[in-house]
């Protein structure tokens, strides 16, 4: 089962255990940088549940990472 969120979800989910430090933007590319989440649509991110091991399918490099929000 693959778990599909947006920008605005991870935020909820995510923003506490970095004591509410960083905006949603900024934590989408923490998420995106350490491969807790890839791009899979427009505001679709899919959650790697492995992690943190590298998604099983990881054909993507930092650069994607970084580009996948812009």
């Known amino acids: ?3 599909i969120i947006s920008q ?3 935020w909820l989910s995510q923003a506490s255990f ?6 949603s933007t900024q934590l989408l590319q923490i ?5 807790f989440v ?4 427009e505001d679709q991110y899919e959650v790697n549940r492995n992690y943190p091991e ?5 054909n ?3 650069q994607d990472r970084r580009r ?3």
């Open 1 to 3: 089962m693959t778990d």
């Open 8 to 10: 605005e979800q991870l």
């Open 18 to 23: 970095f004591n509410f430090e960083h905006n």
């Open 31 to 35: 998420a995106l940088d350490k491969g």
């Open 38 to 41: 890839r791009k899979v649509g």
């Open 54 to 58: 590298p998604f099983e399918d990881d």
């Open 60 to 62: 993507y490099d930092q």
């Open 68 to 70: 996948s929000i812009q």
